[in-house]
């Protein structure tokens, strides 16, 4: 019965795909607004949706936004996200580069010239389209990338070449990954985490959008153990479509107490409030579907 489900939910993502990319990528938006209804009536996407806004401490309100509106434009931003990955794996190189601008790739370039020696964490947010920033600075760049592998063997199988095509290393949540991610360290590459999913009972208790949540320490708990340099990165769509890539300023992990579990709270809360502070300047283009306070803190 699995087969057959995979091969039904393949068949019905290469249809989708074939609708999708009938379209350029200037009618990314347009296409958004269709499917967009969808996660309304999906899932439990609009329970979870609501509940992280009400209860979080952004205040949409001063925005101009009522929480119909904001709810709209945030389930708008996440739709056309995924119509752009569908597309990412039709594209080469020269396209993905069309579409993405680096604000200040001075950063990106002294990080790899200068501090490769003990690798690079970049850390991510679901925040705009994190999927092309990575493949664009794989071309140019040695890159790996943290991700779980689909259950679908079939859809992960497009998945995989979709990221691989760029040179990006995967290296999947499963099996020894902190000895492969030290090894790639080593090597010089810049290893990508995103870092704002739920944690889970062996996860950290920081404090984001005005309540406490668990946090997966992964990044920081490498970055300290081989002090490689962390970076926080993320994207932004304009309105044309088109996604801006941005670097903050790197640092390098503090090791302010003698406890190991004190230094990674300290250094995880830090970029949580990095994360935090691009959430508010752009809210709608966080992913509020997820489930990120699930573990109860």
């Known amino acids: 019965m699995k087969k057959i489900q995979y091969i039904v939910e393949f068949i019905f993502l290469k249809v989708f795909a074939f609708l999708i990319n009938i379209f350029p990528w200037k009618y990314n938006r347009l296409q958004a607004q269709v499917f967009k209804p969808l996660l309304y009536i999906i899932g439990n996407y609009k329970r979870i949706t ?22 709209n434009e945030v389930f708008l931003q996440n739709i056309q996200t995924y119509i ?38 970049f850390v991510l947010a679901h925040i705009g389209n994190w999927e092309i920033l990575g493949q664009a600075v794989a071309y140019d760049y040695k890159l790996a990338a943290i991700a779980r592998r689909q259950n679908n ?17 995967i290296v999947y949540r499963e099996g020894a990954v902190a000895f492969k991610v030290l090894k790639l360290l080593k090597k010089g590459y810049g290893v990508g985490f995103l870092n704002d999913q739920d944690g889970g009972i062996s996860g950290v208790t920081t404090e984001f ?6 946090t997966p320490q992964g990044p920081v708990a490498i970055a300290l153990k081989t002090n490689s340099i962390i ?18 300023k790197p640092f390098y992990p503090e090791k302010k107490f003698k406890s190991r579990e004190k230094n990674i709270k300290y250094n995880l809360q830090k970029i ?18 997820a489930n990120r306070w699930r573990t109860e803190r």
């Open 153 to 169: 063997p079939f859809t992960e199988k497009i998945i995989s070449n979709m990221r691989k095509k760029s040179g990006l290393k």
């Open 209 to 214: 959008m005005g309540r406490k949540c668990s």
């Open 231 to 248: 970076c926080f990165t993320y994207t932004l769509r304009d309105k044309n479509g088109d996604i801006k890539a941005f670097f903050e």
């Open 50 to 71: 609501e509940e992280n806004i009400k209860e979080s401490n952004l205040n949409f309100k001063k925005r101009g936004y009522t929480l119909k509106s904001f709810m």
């Open 272 to 289: 949580i409030d990095i994360q935090e502070r691009i959430i508010h300047k752009h809210p709608t283009q966080w992913n509020w579907l």
């Open 84 to 121: 752009e990955m569908i597309k990412l794996m039709k594209m080469n190189e020269e396209k993905i580069k069309k579409h993405l601008q680096f604000e200040n790739k001075e950063v990106l370039k002294d990080l790899y010239e200068n501090h490769r020696k003990d690798g690079i964490v």
